[in-house]
């Protein structure tokens, strides 16, 4: 049996950082980064709560790896998009116009 308390605050740490990364800044890489913080800290939310208990299962790494999965192939869509509005409008920053 492992001890949660470490792993719950490096998550609960993680979706902090990256929840104020997604609503302070505007700058749309920065936003993606704050997305990936939050995806990596609910798969370690998933990996400990995995581990605990008397039989611990490999649903939690299971579910992790899903979780990388979708987290790369939200990576690849967002920065083609990225890529096209940079080109479309010659910057990245999404606090001003709408078009």
Do not use: C, K
Request: charged share 10%; no cysteine.
């Amino acid at each position: 049996m492992i001890h949660t308390a470490g792993p719950q605050l490096l998550a609960s740490l993680l979706i902090g950082l990256g929840l104020y990364g997604i609503l302070a800044r505007r700058n749309a890489v920065l936003m993606l980064v704050g997305a990936e913080l939050v995806l990596a800290g609910g798969g370690l939310l998933l990996v400990t709560a995995g581990a605990v208990g008397r039989d611990p299962s490999w649903s939690g790494q299971v579910l992790t790896l899903f979780v990388i999965t979708i987290a790369a192939a939200e990576v690849v869509v967002a920065l083609a998009v990225i890529v096209a509005a940079y080109r479309r409008r010659g910057h990245i920053d999404l606090s001003g116009d709408a078009g």
